[in-house]
């Protein structure tokens, strides 16, 4: 009995292990897809998400990982490099996820930022005619820890993605054994509340307030939920949950329906961050909705082994074409239609 049961338990951790290693694309087969329709941009590092805006041109969060300066945020035109915003930035900012909110003639930026004593959400005031950025610290706030995107809903009120519960060891603990700790978090003037947990690494997210949907990027399990909520409303109801998309990351409006960037190979990813070198694929999807505003179709819009631009990490609709950034790499890639 005891034999048997010892046989059991290996096959079912050779299968879990099996299902773990599918999840993080061991056995996906990259294709070059979409190449010859991308240019390269130059002069921006670890360009990791983009902000489009209404009137043109996007904010993009920049931050060399590999270097332990900080951080700042760039404007980008087409056909014009990168620049960098001049601006009061607060000492520690090292950006990750942004988002815009604009009403009639203003611009306000929101940056997750990564600091020693703790994430915050770093708030600005774009002057787009100055082309400079000035430090809203009134409305700037601390957020604990393993934050990783924000969606703004208004001025005051946003919707924040907490990947892991716990950090370092742990949290590579929550990855491997898949435990579903990750949350999103809405934030008011009455302080942080929970609004959704039991999520897979939750990574990117983004808020459509006209029809009250809300999507998250859940990246270990290589998925896209979609559910229905507005603010107001206890809790959001799960329309669907989108699988198959392999490490997916920031999540972007393209019309009636979204870009998602993925990471198609999570461990060549983890290899790629502490090595250069090891280039890691990238994988951009177009998803369709359906009548309830849940995912329903994807296709692949872009996909690479890395060659220009490794680990995409955000694709972002901009005149046309399709502006993407790499959470590790440097430059940006814009891509046309196939």
Not at 18 to 25: K, S, V
Not at 153 to 177: F, M, P, Q, V
Not at 242 to 256: A, C, R
């Amino acid at each position: 009995m005891k034999k048997l049961m010892g046989v059991a338990l290996a096959v079912a951790v050779l299968a879990y292990v099996i299902n773990l290693l599918f999840d993080a694309g061991a056995f996906y087969r990259v294709q070059d897809i979409n190449l010859r329709q991308c240019q390269k941009i130059s002069g921006i590092s670890g360009a990791e998400d983009i902000a489009p805006l209404k009137e043109g041109g996007a904010l993009v969060s920049s931050l060399n990982r590999h270097d332990k300066a900080p951080g700042a945020l760039y404007y980008v035109q087409q056909g014009q490099a990168p620049l960098r915003l001049p601006g009061d930035y607060p000492p520690e900012f090292y950006p990750h996820g942004i988002d815009v909110w604009q009403k009639d003639a203003e611009t306000w930026v929101y940056a997750v930022s990564h600091g020693s004593q703790g994430d915050r959400i770093e708030t600005f005031r774009f002057e787009r005619a100055a082309m400079r950025l000035v430090y809203q610290p009134e409305l700037s706030r601390s957020v604990g820890k393993n934050i990783n995107d924000i969606s703004v809903i208004d001025r005051s009120r946003w919707l924040l993605t907490r990947d892991h519960a716990y950090a370092g060891g742990l949290g590579r603990a929550e990855d491997y054994l898949r435990l579903p700790l990750a949350r999103v978090l809405l934030v008011d003037d009455a302080g942080e509340h929970t609004l959704l947990d039991g999520l897979h690494f939750a990574n990117g997210i983004y808020y459509n307030p006209q029809r009250g949907r809300l999507y998250v990027a859940e990246t270990t399990s290589g998925a896209v939920s979609s559910w229905a909520w507005r603010p107001g409303e206890a809790s959001p109801v799960l329309l669907g949950r989108f699988t198959g998309l392999h490490g997916v990351d920031n999540i972007m409006p393209e019309g009636d329906g979204l870009l998602v960037a993925a990471h198609p190979k999570l461990l060549k990813l983890s290899a790629y961050q502490k090595d250069a070198q090891a280039r890691s694929p990238s994988l951009v999807w177009r998803l369709a909705l359906g009548p309830q505003g849940a995912v329903e179709r994807s296709r692949i819009f872009y996909q690479s082994h890395g060659q220009a631009l490794a680990a995409i990490s955000v694709a972002a609709p901009i005149g046309g074409q399709i502006l993407m950034g790499s959470v590790f790499d440097d430059g940006l890639l814009i891509c046309g239609e196939q």
